[in-house]
């Protein structure tokens, strides 16, 4: 077997292209790159080729992009039954993009034991960026007036890439999720993209595709008018607040 190296992107030459994800090492699963920047114009890029970014405040960026891929079918997100009867009442309301700094802050917030997160202050910046740019949207949920829950992504070709999300009540990611991938399906979306399996993600329906698949996924065209534009809920979910 050859040995696998880590390709470096010097931030002072930023059209350097990505390597292929084919070259990214085996372990860790997925790590392709070090270095570069966070611009749109890289992260367009990144998106495109089914790379992006992850990496701890201090470190160089890192760029991943791992075999397999745990990804979801926009119609295929597991509804319990509890979960059925939650999505049925009547006291919540679904929006786009009208509150994303709001929900990149919420999943900001350290969780659980944790004293940090990885979104970090130029994350936060450059998804920002990317949003206003329009590659970039948010799921809201939200509970007489108040933000319970949300979930930001990118969205290239026919994949929405699920970057994080945050719930501030009982199940209430899960509505995110579940709306997310209705309203996905409805626009031709192929794919929801989880990045990195977890127990929670294949019980509610994902699954791993080979990352080959996955590429050749992302190389269709993007759904009408759902490229680079501010994004509007056309569901009826019978949910008002």
Known sequence: MSEQQLYWLDPATPDTPFPS????????NGLLAAGGDLSVPRLRAAYAHGIFPWYEPGE???????????????????????????????????????????VIDGCAQPRGDSAGTWISTDMRAAYLALHRAGDAHAIEVWRQGRLIS???????????????????????SKIALVWLGRQLAAWGFELLDGQIGSPHLYRMGAFDMPRRQFLATLEQPAPAHRAHDRWHFELETDARC
């Open 21 to 28: 994800p084919q070259a990214a090492l085996e372990h860790p």
């Open 60 to 102: 160089p960026i890192l760029w991943w992009s791992p075999d397999p891929r745990t990804v979801f079918q926009p119609d295929g997100i597991h509804v319990s039954k509890r979960l059925a009867r939650t999505l049925n009442r009547n006291d919540y309301r679904i929006t786009f993009d009208t509150a994303f700094e709001a």
């Open 150 to 172: 949300g979930l930001y992504g990118v969205a290239s070709g026919t994949v929405f890439f699920g970057e994080s999300m945050f719930s501030r009540e009982r199940d209430a």
